[in-house]
């Protein structure tokens, strides 16, 4: 049977940005919206990513957007995952770090 890897997240972001973003985060990789799900076709496996908006982090005059993020990844080494997310990271990161 086929081992899925799964890895949740939170992001400062909004549903909007991130889907803005999901192009070149992900190399292009063809992607079709499922629900509440976005599959893409990563390599020789699959990568589903569900979205849900938290209600913001408020610091002092600050607002924050939250969204929780959870990858879901089938079909793809250790490897091809750390890649995966490597160059997600990079192209998703405000402000340096």
Not at 13 to 35: I, N, P
Not at 56 to 79: H, K, N, Q, T, W
């Amino acid at each position: 049977m086929e081992e899925t890897f799964v890895l949740d997240r939170e992001m400062g972001c909004t549903r909007d940005e991130f889907m803005r973003w999901l192009g070149g985060a992900t190399r292009q990789a063809r992607s079709r919206v499922e629900g509440e799900e976005i599959a893409l076709a990563v390599g020789e496996g699959e990568v589903r990513i569900w979205l849900r908006q938290e209600p913001p982090r408020r610091i002092a005059l600050v607002e924050i957007p939250v969204l929780r993020v959870r990858f879901s990844f089938r079909g793809l080494d250790r490897l091809a995952r750390e890649a995966f997310l490597d160059h997600f990271d990079t192209y998703t990161r405000r402000g340096g770090g």
